[in-house]
């Protein structure tokens, strides 16, 4: 994991998330050698901001104040002021300003239209303009919380990083239930290089948001990037079971290494899936690896091979766990069981499942229905069996298909 990769992730929470967050009041919440050993280093990368947060609108080109026509202002400030306000929350920035300007013309120390011009100015890219204005309005009056985070965000946008964590500090010092502004001052310490400290701030919010799951995540990563990869497994497998599906590859690393947990291959087959069918390449990349050596081609010894051919037969086992209403009919795939009650559906999934951890059965089956398709419930030539059956021989385990 590089500085950069968490630092750019940060910038784009801060930038889309925390100030349009302040301005309508809302915060953001969530209700989460071995073959890991060298994949597991080169795949920790930064969360993306949480899915659920209110974002700002895409950063499209904006006109610059002087190309809008400024709206013709109320006749007193505090109906100026409300307008403003209302052109920040709809994202029209350029005319917030011409707004806000003329309110702070009207009333010069009214805190609130300083605030929101930072706010607004911030929004356009300004940051000179909104990092000016936010801090002379706290100089002279240093507990407006919301324009405090809007320079810190402005700041971490510039990459000025001590100057956003003194800011964040100071913010949370007055106010410490701020979960956006801990959430971010652990990437701003991490930035800095204080593990310690971006631990710290994780655990902080944590403690006031157990849902918080980016943030339970980024604290893994942190642990792990401080080698302190114990403490770092319980996280990620909260971060894993609340559906995080990088969490969900380091969750089976974990159980492949036996790092924080007992070493559980069937585990580390069912989080891998799991992250690999939600395209996370290093997943799949774990997976191959353990098919390899599963089927003899790797260089582990003769016990080892055996340990994984019947990791792979138990998950084929525990997958008729979720199919509880099902008779099996001798060895047969749980797709073929499906497949007889009409559930061509269900099935293709089931059976790539199982042909993906070596059933030869369900292997047979797939190329049946990718030939001659189900009628009236599958046509021929499936897409995604065709895709399965691609990467399958892309690692050797089947033949192309055309």
């Given at each position: ?16 998330v925390l ?7 809302c ?5 989460a050698?071995?073959?890991?050993a ?7 990368k ?30 007193d400030s505090?109906?100026?002021?409300d307008?403003?306000?209302a052109l920040v929350?709809r994202?029209e ?8 300007r003329?309110?702070l013309?009207?009333?010069?120390g ?6 929101g ?11 000179d ?7 002379g ?7 407006v ?7 810190a ?9 001590p ?5 964040l500090?100071?913010a949370?010092a007055?106010?410490?239930?701020l ?11 991490y930035?800095q ?9 994780y655990r ?6 157990p849902?918080?799951?980016d ?29 995080l599906?990088?969490?969900q590859?380091?969750?089976g ?19 891998w899936?799991v992250?690999?069918?939600?395209g ?5 990349e ?36 979720d ?6 009919q ?13 559930r061509?559906?269900?099935?293709v999934?089931v ?6 951890a ?18 009236g ?8 069996i065709?895709a399965?059956?691609?990467?399958a ?10």
């Amino acid at each position: 994991m590089t500085s950069d990769g968490l630092v750019s992730s940060a910038i784009r929470f801060v930038v889309l998330v925390l100030p349009i967050a302040l301005t309508i009041g809302c915060a953001t919440q969530h209700p989460a050698s071995t073959p890991a050993a060298g994949a597991a280093s080169s795949a920790v990368k930064a969360p993306s901001p949480p899915p659920s947060s209110p974002h700002l609108p895409a950063a499209a080109p904006t006109p610059s104040p002087a190309s809008v026509p400024a709206p013709m202002p109320p006749a007193d400030s505090a109906r100026a002021l409300d307008l403003g306000r209302a052109l920040v929350a709809r994202g029209e920035m350029a005319a917030a300003v011409v707004m806000l300007r003329e309110v702070l013309r009207l009333e010069p120390g009214l805190a609130e239209a300083r605030a929101g011009l930072g706010l607004a100015l911030y929004a356009m890219g300004d940051l000179d303009g909104a990092v000016e204005e936010l801090r002379g309005l706290l100089r002279v009056r240093p507990d407006v919380v919301e324009a405090r985070l809007t320079l810190a965000a402005a700041l971490v946008a510039r990459q000025d990083w001590p100057a956003a964590r003194a800011e964040l500090e100071a913010a949370l010092a007055a106010q410490s239930d701020l979960l956006q502004a801990q959430y971010t001052l652990g990437v701003v310490r991490y930035a800095q290089g204080d593990f310690t400290g971006a631990i710290e701030a994780y655990r902080r919010l944590l403690a006031r948001e157990p849902r918080a799951v980016d943030a339970r995540y980024n604290l893994a990563l942190v642990l792990k990037l401080a080698r302190r990869d114990v403490e770092a497994t319980p996280e990620f497998l909260a971060a894993a079971q609340a559906g995080l599906p990088r969490a969900q590859y380091f969750a089976g690393a974990a159980y492949v290494t036996g790092v924080g947990v007992p070493r559980d291959l069937v585990a580390a087959i069912s989080w891998w899936t799991v992250a690999a069918e939600q395209g996370v390449t290093q997943a799949e990349e774990g997976l191959a690896q353990l098919r390899q050596s599963a089927r003899g081609r790797g260089r582990r010894p003769p016990a080892e091979r055996q340990a994984l051919e019947e990791a792979f037969g138990e998950y084929r086992a525990r997958l008729w766990k979720d199919y509880p209403d099902l008779a099996r009919q001798g060895d047969e795939p749980l797709g073929a069981a499906l497949l007889r009650q009409g559930r061509a559906s269900e099935a293709v999934p089931v059976l790539i499942r199982e042909a993906s951890a070596l059933s030869e059965p369900a292997q047979r089956m797939l190329e049946t229905l990718y030939d001659q398709g189900v009628e009236g419930q599958l046509p021929a030539h499936d897409a995604r069996i065709l895709a399965y059956f691609k990467s399958a021989a892309a690692q050797g385990l089947a033949r192309p298909r055309p």
